[in-house]
């Protein structure tokens, strides 16, 4: 089965204490890219990568971390997170990073307090 | 900058009735338009799309046509049901090809037997 998969989906820590959320697409995928959820504000995106070893900053990239080694790995790293990274995190992927074709696939999110 | 603005939920309908939720954009250059739907505990999925202007995307009884004279993407249903119950996103695609999509807030809409 297509997908992307996210873990942890729940996850529930303290300031500084760095972690990392995993994101792995099964679709031989070469565009990959983080969001966040927050009420009111759509989705905002963190980081993207258009390929292996391509990452590049999104909307809203301050606090976090990405790493795109394999194509289908695209991790999101907090180094010392805060209560304003408390939000709903989701992973994203397309066949190609070409806006108007390309369709967005979507993991099923990972929730994210930072007490 | 791209933004895309949609009105504010819940909406809540009764099963049956007709659905419209508003979508406007403003944007550079001729984006393509997104319907996304995100059902309780899931991820986004796209429900629909149009690439050009007048073009009319079509999905599970939902239309919405692409109109750049008002810069507008509204969606529309004729009959919902309770299974429509969720939050749609109206979204654009960037002219940067990195960004692949602008969203709305999104909208909650509650549907009741």
């Known amino acids: 089965e297509a997908q992307v998969t996210q873990n942890p989906r729940y996850l529930i820590t303290v300031t500084g204490k760095k972690l990392t959320v995993t994101c792995s697409q099964n679709m031989n995928h070469e565009y990959m890219s983080w969001y966040r959820q927050d009420p009111g504000l759509g989705l905002r995106q963190i980081y993207y990568?258009?390929?292996?070893?391509?990452?590049d900053k999104g909307d809203v990239p301050e606090g976090y971390k990405v790493s795109r080694k394999e194509k289908r790995n695209f991790p999101l790293i907090l180094e010392s997170p805060s209560p304003n990274q408390t939000s709903l995190y989701f992973c994203?992927?397309?066949?190609?990073?070409?806006?108007?074709?390309?369709?967005?696939?979507f993991g099923e999110g990972s929730r994210l307090t930072v007490l | 900058g791209d933004s895309v603005t949609q009105m504010e939920g819940p909406v809540t309908l009764s099963e049956e009735a007709f659905l419209t939720i508003n979508c406007t954009y403003t944007?550079?250059?001729?984006?393509?338009l997104f319907w996304y739907v995100q059902y309780p505990g899931e991820g986004l999925q796209l429900l629909l799309k149009a690439t050009k202007a007048d073009d009319k995307g079509s999905n599970k009884g939902f239309e919405a046509t692409y109109r750049k004279e008002t810069t507008s993407f509204h969606l529309e249903k004729g009959s919902v049901q309770v299974s429509d119950s969720a939050v749609y996103f109206c979204a654009l695609s960037g002219n940067n090809a990195g960004n692949m999509l602008t969203f709305g807030g999104g909208t909650r809409l509650m549907v009741k037997p």
């Open positions: 944007a550079t250059g001729y984006p393509s």
């Open positions: 994203a992927s397309s066949i190609t990073g070409t806006p108007r074709t390309g369709e967005l696939f």
């Open positions: 990568s258009m390929n292996v070893e391509v990452t």
